[in-house]
């Protein structure tokens, strides 16, 4: 049979469609135009028109942590390009599956600063798996099928696709290429057996063993297998902020997030354990504090699909190199029933002498008490994605999750405005579900206008604006570490403020603001009830601060709780 001709354009679409996709977040430009003119060829591709090409990016990113399958964004050339940028960084820093897709000008323009050029493939070189610009049609279909391999595979990640306007416009006869073998590129998924028996004997041998489950848990699909994993050796869980989900926070082992702004619990067990497994987290500085005093008598096993990760931050007794699914399944078999007793009895009574992630008591509505409100309404069954910031901090302790991907956040990048399009991403990837978007007021009007792209799409998605005046978090450091000394951090009066019902009845949203608790409740039941985008503003307290808190440059031994009121003198 004579193979099929196509032009470039054709051959990236079929591609996609014959790799599943579904959904690709775009905007148009003029070098990508002969590929925006096949995509009537392809109804089985949805193409969503966001608002500016970083909001594609977040929505792709939101896609796919919600999914767990590939997220597909697309810009053309120049600002079109370098618009990705912040959201391609989003997902390297959180190993997120994602496609970016990028038209450059002309091969005979390439080099010569042609309208609208930029190396993309130059700027995007640290972060992402890999990139590639296409020069002969003949290598698109290869390069399509492998970049998609490399994003899906391994430790995932994003990777670009700068595709030329001409190469979308040369023909050729489209093969599609059965099997990707990359040179050098051979991820490991099982474990090591020697490793995974000398790992087996440490925890069979420890006394206060803890397990530190990061996002690599979720990514591999193995929150089932370390449900297992911990309730046969009997070993208390604690997870990163990504990892939240991973365990559900209701189980007897559960104690919760660790790191700066983890429970105070949590970063003294992590403090006194004497062997760690850490299984799919990199011991990334907000986790861990100060690397030079963290647990210097600790023993580590490390667990962790990229062997670049093992060894970086902290020295380890046991590497195992593999995908977390498949080595916690080994490692079930190898490792001895257990229980720990002394030990638990010991974190509990930290636990109940310290107190972590109280709603505070008072009059005034707080960011604490409008979450926790949205877990009683939403019975803890919504997905949640927030923005960067205390609400981000608040959405990790005043929300339990029992589920994974039920949580999506921006970690490692910490990007503010990510809320507002990845939930639209989530919301597509979970048609039949609710979506919460909590949003810090600041962040929000980062990516506001992505609003009209959520009513273009009718997506269920929930936004929670929590206004307190301030950018809370920089706030926060400001009053603490810089002698309270307020500068460009005054939302309401500095940075103009609008005014958020009229802003999204403006886009045709449906709007509430609640400026106390009894407001609080009803405006959420209201919110869950409607169908469609609907958006509450939170009026909250201005200057509460995120407790407990480790300090930057200090370590988890040194985590602050809540001061206490100061006792009046006479």
């Known amino acids: ?206 006394r206060r063993p803890l397990i530190l ?3 690599g848990v979720i990514a591999s699909g193995g929150h089932d297998a370390l449900r297992d994993f911990a309730e046969k050796a009997g070993i208390p869980v604690l997870t990163t902020f990504l990892g939240i989900g991973s365990f559900p926070a209701d189980h007897v082992l559960s104690y919760g997030w660790m790191g700066m702004h983890g429970a105070y619990h949590a970063n003294q067990a992590a403090n006194h354990a004497d062997l760690i497994i850490a299984i799919g987290m990199r011991f990334d500085d907000r986790a861990m504090g100060r690397y030079s005093d963290f647990n210097p008598g600790c023993k580590i096993v490390h667990i962790d699909i990229d062997p670049a990760e093992i060894g970086k931050n902290l020295p380890v ?45 008072t009059a005034g509505l707080s960011v604490q008490y409008a979450v926790r409100q949205i877990w009683e309404v939403t019975q803890g069954e919504a997905v949640v994605v927030t923005g960067v910031g205390q609400h981000q901090m608040w959405v990790g302790q005043h929300y339990p999750f029992h589920r994974p991907r039920a949580l999506i956040s921006s970690g490692g990048l910490g990007t503010m405005g990510y809320e507002v399009p990845a939930a639209i991403g989530a919301a597509m990837a979970r048609p039949g579900e609710v979506v919460w978007s909590v949003c810090g007021d600041g962040g929000f009007q980062m990516t506001v206008q992505e609003l009209a792209t959520a009513v273009d799409q009718d997506v269920n998605v929930k936004f929670a604006v929590m206004n307190n005046g301030y950018l809370g978090m920089v706030r ?56 469609g985008p609907v958006l509450v503003e939170f009026v909250v307290e201005p200057e509460d601060n995120v407790w407990p808190m480790v300090p930057a440059g200090a370590s988890l031994a040194e985590t602050m709780e809540e001061p206490r009121p100061q006792e009046v003198r006479a």
């Open 1 to 206: 049979m004579t193979a099929k001709r196509m032009n470039g354009a054709q051959i990236l679409l079929e591609c996609l469609a014959r790799e599943g996709v579904e959904v690709i977040y775009g905007y148009p430009g003029g070098v990508v135009l002969p590929l925006y003119h096949r995509f009537p060829e392809y109804p089985q591709l949805k193409h969503v028109l966001v608002r500016h090409e970083q909001g594609a990016a977040h929505a792709a990113d939101g896609y796919a942590r919600a999914s767990g399958r590939l997220g597909v964004c697309l810009a053309t050339s120049g600002p079109g390009a370098t618009n990705l940028v912040t959201g391609i960084a989003t997902a390297w820093m959180d190993s997120v599956p994602l496609l970016a897709v990028t038209g450059n000008v002309a091969r005979n323009l390439l080099g010569k600063d042609g309208f609208q050029e930029a190396d993309i493939t130059g700027i995007t070189m640290p972060i992402t798996k890999h990139n590639y610009l296409v020069m002969d049609v003949d290598d698109l279909a290869y390069t399509v099928r492998e970049a998609i391999y490399i994003a899906t595979t391994g430790r995932r990640g994003p990777v670009l696709v700068d595709i030329p306007k001409d190469v979308f416009i040369d023909e050729t006869s489209f093969q599609w290429p059965e099997e990707v073998s990359v040179r050098g590129y051979k991820p490991t998924y099982h474990g090591h057996v020697g490793q995974m028996r000398k790992a087996a004997k440490l925890i069979d041998e420890a």
């Open 476 to 531: 926060q450091w400001q009053e603490l570490f810089y002698q309270h000394n307020y500068v460009s951090v005054d939302t309401a009066r500095e940075l103009c403020q609008p005014d958020f019902v009229k802003l999204a009845e403006a886009y045709g949203i449906p709007a509430r603001r609640a400026t106390a608790q009894a407001e609080a409740r009803k405006a959420i039941e209201w919110a869950q009830a409607t169908p």
């Open 213 to 215: 489950a990061g996002h």
């Open 317 to 361: 007794t046991v590497p195992i190199v593999g995908d977390v699914k498949v080595v916690l399944a080994g490692l079930i078999e190898e490792a001895k029933p257990n229980s720990h007793v002394e030990w638990l009895h010991w974190i509990d009574k930290v636990r109940t002498e310290h107190p972590s992630f109280t709603v505070p008591e």
